[in-house]
């Protein structure tokens, strides 16, 4: 046996085994640090009402006024937001 024919026949099984065995893997989501940055990315994003950026809900600093939860990008703005007595119109 050559080995030119060696090769051939090893890569042929090579794309063999990978046709055969490729789907099996796509059976279970991952778990562990790997997922959890996959579900970060899926993270809803809420808007900071100081500044108007937008922050993953599970990131955002959270604070209650009037009942109602406001999701924060810093402590900065927080602290403005409660200051804030409501004077604008």
Do not use: N, W
Not at 26 to 52: E, F, H, I, T, Y
Request: aromatic share 8%.
């Amino acid at each position: 046996m050559s080995p030119l024919r060696i090769i051939i026949l090893a890569i042929l099984g090579y794309i063999l085994y990978r046709l055969l065995f490729a789907g099996k893997k796509k059976g279970k989501p991952p778990s562990g640090p790997a997922s959890d940055k996959q579900s970060a990315s899926r993270d809803v994003l809420v808007q900071d009402p100081v500044c108007q950026t937008y922050v993953p809900q599970k990131q955002a600093i959270r604070a209650v006024k009037d009942g109602k939860v406001h999701y924060f990008c810093s402590e900065e703005c927080c602290q403005t937001f409660l200051a804030d007595k409501g004077d604008k119109k």
